[in-house]
Each structure stands twice: as structure tokens, then as C-alpha cells.
């Protein structure tokens, strides 16, 4: 299996492979389209140039056509009759029509260059043979003669050339060798990541990744850790509720074992045997109600649970709950002020949404001290509405704000089952409101504690 860095290596080598391809297809094209003209008149315009100076002092022309020669240019001089004369460089292919010969000794102009066949892979201007000239006539000592030249490339930018091919060739090599480095650089970090991947299906989430980085693999690691933290998290709650589950159904199933086991061995007074069958049976409801909010938070997790939306009145619904509670607010001497305006209307499921306030409220009844006040309010916020409940009772530390909402937590660090709640409630209070696409919060102080309920409004 080829690694990534293989990868990342190979197509930076096909890259700078394919753009030098196409950046010569495109200089080529390049010199085909524009400078190809401009050469063949260039060339015209110097030809003319030896021409003038060739009819003026013919008796000088073969020195200065060498002089010429040796200044860049390749030249041939013929008169169409057998006498032919090169200057400078031989010319790689003698391929000039005769047609053409005789065109300019007729006193026509030659475009070779100009006229040069467009070619993908080879560009006119290196190409040294005689049709890729320009043509002139003259006439020297009453003798007409046709005057081919081209640039001679090698003399003119050989060394040139040269510089610029040594540029290249120590551009691509150092480009490859820097390329090294920086794939590894690259793929370095991705390779942690995968090593990490591993540590975590293995069980492992004490991680560490380097996270200076500010691309997006530095962040790339900032969100694994962050995700790595939150698996560990899931993992220890995981843990967490089946000892918590454990718990819950052991203390209750030892009660009902002890007394049961009692009550068959022991000849007992009818009073006290009765007592022993009231625990059990209290214990008895206890795990039925257990039983019931397990399934419950399981089949709302897992989206079994049928909501069943209709569009009801926000204060009737709580009203509804006031009235269940209202002999333990009676009992406690607890004043409850409602403030919900009749006009919200909220389009959920009302049996889920009366357990939502009816565990709020009920918490709040149960664990504020005797003549206390609650409050409940809602009103509308930025389309939404807002619903808080707020009790005047002593408050809850800081430190149990963050796991209110986790499965079996209770404040009661002894893990009291004397009320004969579950732990459960908030736990499936939070989960309903999220079916509803709503949040709920909650903050305390030494004044009380607020439970902010906020559901998507009708």
C-alpha cells in the first residue's frame, strides 16, 4: 500500500512535469501566434539592410556577408545556376523548393519563418534549416542572386541558453528536494493523527497533538483532541451509568431479597409483617419507575418515542401541572406566581412537555426549603419562546451545575433513594426538549435556581 507521502511526493513530481509541459505548449503556441511575424520582419528588414550594403560594394560582399556571419546569422547565397555560398553555420537541412529560389530571384520577398508549419512540440525558432529563412533578392556585379539568412540561435544565446537551462535544471531539482521535506512536513501530523485514531479505538484518550499550527491541520488537531475529550467523556458516563444502573436496581432487589426471605423463615407479628411487605412493596414501585424512565430515555434517544405535535395554550399546560402539585405547595407553605401571557402557543407534544414541567416544577417544590416562592415566566425572544423557572430556595453549587443533566447525577452525594426519584428526570427533560429543536439552561446562586426552557414558538 502506497503512504500518503509517497503520494503527495509522486503528484508534486507529475505537477511540475505536466505545468512545464504545458507552459512550453503555451510558449510555443506563444511564438507561433505573435513573435513569429515579428521575426520574419525583423529578418526582412536586416536582409535589406545587407542587401543595400552588398549592391553598393559588391567587391566587398563575401567579407561582409562573413562578417556578418560571425556577428549571429546564418546566411546562403545563391544565383540558382550552381552557384551557392554559405556563410556562418551550415544549415542542418538543405530543404528550400526551388520554387522558392526562383521566386526570389524574380524579385520576390521569401517568409519562410513566417510561413514556418505550427508545430506542438517543436518551436520555429530553433529550428535550423533552410526553409525556415527569409529571402531576398540581389544583384551583384549584374548577376542576380537570392539571399537566404536566419539568426544563428547557437551563436547568438548559446552560453544563453546554457544559463537559462542550468536555471531550470537547478530549479526542478532543488523544488524536489525542497518537496521532500515539506511532504514530510505535511504528512508528519496526518500520520500522528492515525497513530491517535488507533490509541483511541484501543481505548486510549490521554492525547496529545501538537496544535501551534494555524492551518488547518493545527485546527484539524484541535478539533481531534476536542473530539478525543468528549469520547472520553461518553466513555466514563457510559461506565458511569451502568454502575449507576447497578446500583439503582441492586439496593432495592437486596431490600426485597432480605425481607422476603424474613417474612418466609420467621413467625412474625402481623404489624411487623406488614411493615416488611410495605418496603417491598415500595421498593417495588421504585424499580418499576426505574424500569419505566430507562425505557423511556432509551426509546427518545434512539427517536422510537412518537411525538405526537398539536398546538396548545403555553398557561393552560402549566396551570394543568400547578394543580397536580398543588397539595405538596399546600404541604410546604410554597407560593407560586405565574406569569405566561395567553396568547403563546406552542406546537409540540403536550404528555412529553407536561413531564418537562412537571419534573421542573416538582424538583423546584421538593428541594426548596418550607415557604419559599417559585416563579414561572415566558415570553417571546427573537422568534422564540422563553420559558423560566425560578425558585427562591438555597441554590446549588457550582461545582454540580455542569452534570445536572447526566443520567443518576444527584446533588445528594449520598445517593439517597428515600425521596424515590431516580436521578433520571432532567436527564429525560433535556432529551424531550431536544426533540422539539429547543435548549434548556440552567443557573444558580445563592438566591435560588433558574431553569431557562427555550422552544421553537407557533
Not at 520582419?41 to 567579407?63: H, N, W, Y
Not at 412474625?268 to 425505557?295: C, G, W
Not at 447525577?409 to 439517597?416: G, P
Request: glycine letters at 6%; a positive charge; proline letters at 3%.
Amino acid at each position: 500500500m502506497r503512504s500518503l507521502y509517497f503520494r503527495v511526493f509522486l503528484i508534486t513530481i507529475v505537477v511540475i512535469l505536466v505545468s512545464s509541459l504545458l507552459g512550453f505548449l503555451l510558449a510555443n503556441t506563444y511564438y507561433h501566434m505573435k513573435l513569429k511575424p515579428f521575426n520574419d520582419e525583423k529578418l526582412i528588414t536586416i536582409g535589406k539592410q545587407m542587401k543595400q550594403f552588398v549592391e553598393q560594394t559588391p567587391d566587398e560582399a563575401d567579407q561582409y556577408l562573413n562578417n556578418a556571419a560571425a556577428l549571429g546569422y546564418e546566411i546562403y547565397l545563391t544565383d540558382g545556376r550552381g552557384d551557392e555560398r554559405s556563410f556562418g553555420k551550415d544549415f542542418r537541412k538543405r530543404d528550400l523548393d526551388r520554387d522558392a529560389i526562383e521566386s526570389v530571384l524574380s524579385g520576390s520577398l521569401y517568409h519562410g519563418v513566417a510561413q514556418f508549419p505550427n508545430k506542438w512540440f517543436i518551436s520555429g525558432f530553433f529550428e535550423n534549416r533552410l526553409s525556415n529563412t527569409v529571402g531576398i533578392p540581389v544583384r551583384i556585379k549584374d548577376r542576380d542572386y537570392a539571399l537566404f539568412l536566419r539568426p544563428d540561435v547557437i551563436l547568438q544565446f548559446g552560453e544563453l541558453r546554457i544559463f537559462f537551462a542550468l536555471i531550470g535544471l537547478f530549479t526542478v531539482g532543488i523544488s524536489i528536494i525542497i518537496f521532500l521535506f515539506s511532504t514530510r512536513y505535511l504528512v508528519k501530523p496526518i500520520t500522528r493523527l492515525s497513530d491517535a485514531t488507533k490509541r483511541i479505538a484501543q481505548g486510549n484518550y490521554n492525547l496529545r497533538l501538537p496544535t501551534r499550527r494555524r492551518d488547518e491541520i493545527g485546527r484539524l488537531a484541535e478539533h481531534f483532541m476536542s473530539m478525543s475529550a468528549e469520547l472520553e467523556r461518553v466513555d466514563q458516563a457510559r461506565q458511569q451509568f451502568v454502575s449507576n444502573v447497578s446500583h439503582e436496581i441492586q439496593s432495592p432487589l437486596a431490600s426485597i431479597q432480605g425481607f422476603a426471605k424474613v417474612m418466609a423463615e420467621r413467625d412474625l407479628p402481623n404489624e411487623e409483617r406488614r411493615h416488611y411487605a410495605s418496603i417491598i412493596e415500595d421498593e417495588s414501585r421504585h424499580l418499576s419507575l426505574l424500569s419505566k424512565q430507562l425505557l423511556l430515555i432509551s426509546s427518545l434517544e434512539q427517536g422510537q418515542e412518537a411525538v405526537n405535535k398539536t398546538t396548545f395554550s403555553l398557561r393552560d399546560h402549566i396551570r394543568q401541572v400547578v394543580q397536580v402539585l398543588q397539595w405538596q405547595l399546600e404541604d410546604k407553605e410554597l407560593s407560586i406566581k405565574i406569569t405566561v401571557p395567553d396568547s403563546i402557543r406552542l406546537h409540540g407534544d403536550e404528555v412529553l412537555l407536561m413531564q418537562v414541567w412537571m419534573n421542573l416544577i416538582g424538583n423546584a417544590v421538593n428541594h426548596i426549603p418550607r415557604g419559599r416562592t417559585i416563579d414561572i415566566r415566558a415570553e417571546r425572544k427573537n422568534g422564540q419562546c422563553e420559558i423560566a423557572i425560578q425558585d427562591t430556595g438555597d441554590g446549588i453549587d457550582p461545582e454540580h451545575l455542569p452534570f445536572l443533566f447526566d443520567r443518576f447525577y444527584r446533588v445528594d452525594r449520598a445517593r439517597k433513594r428515600t425521596s424515590g426519584r431516580t436521578g433520571l428526570g432532567l436527564a429525560i427533560v433535556k432529551k424531550i426538549v431536544q426533540l422539539h429543536d429547543g435548549s434548556i439552561e440552567a443557573a444558580s446562586s445563592s438566591a435560588g435556581t433558574r431553569f431557562t426552557v427555550t422552544l421553537p414558538q407557533l
